[in-house]
């Protein structure tokens, strides 16, 4: 009996290993690719400190875009941003964050680029369509 569990142990293992072997031979050591999604402006915060964290996480070994639409893109307005929100926002885009802002929330909120913080592009057929797109590239979604 002794044996038996010592030899479904030693499989158990072996069989974890193989798995682990093809789960990283499968990454190929490319970038983890993350969308995260934000619309709700008591939220800026706590996704920005998501964000570095995330960064910190991998050792930014991450392509992290960060999709902005709603009421949370007002947060972003470089006349009436936090200096918090600032700062934290423009060294998340020196680790290589790309902000997009939805087209519509724009439109419709009468913002132009010029007007938010440095580093956004603008997602010209809007913020969900934009998410929608970056799952279908493989991005993983992400909506703290």
């Known amino acids: 009996m002794l044996r038996r569990d010592i030899f479904?142990?030693?499989?158990?293992?072996?069989?974890?290993?193989?798995g682990l072997r093809r789960a990283s031979a499968a990454t190929g050591g490319e970038k983890l690719r993350v969308a995260y999604h934000l619309s709700d402006v008591d939220k800026v915060n706590f996704v920005l400190g998501n964000i570095k964290n995330?960064?910190?996480?991998?050792?930014?070994?991450v392509e992290i875009m960060l999709v902005v639409h709603g009421p949370?893109?007002?947060?972003?307005?470089?006349k009436s941003a936090s200096g918090a929100?600032?700062?934290?926002?423009?060294?998340?885009?020196?680790q290589g964050l790309v902000p997009q802002a939805c087209g519509n929330t724009m439109h419709g909120m009468d913002i132009?680029?010029?007007?938010?913080?440095?580093?956004?592009?603008?997602?010209?057929?809007?913020?969900?369509v934009k998410l929608a797109e970056l799952q279908r590239q493989g991005y993983v979604y992400l909506r703290p």
Do not use: I
Not at 54 to 61: A, D, I, L, P
């Open 8 to 18: 479904r142990a030693g499989l158990a293992g072996a069989a974890g290993l193989f």
């Open 54 to 61: 995330h960064y910190e996480g991998t050792g930014g070994n």
């Open 72 to 78: 949370a893109l007002a947060a972003f307005k470089a």
């Open 85 to 94: 929100t600032s700062s934290r926002f423009a060294g998340l885009v020196s």
């Open 112 to 128: 132009t680029l010029a007007d938010l913080l440095e580093g956004f592009q603008v997602a010209d057929k809007g913020g969900v």
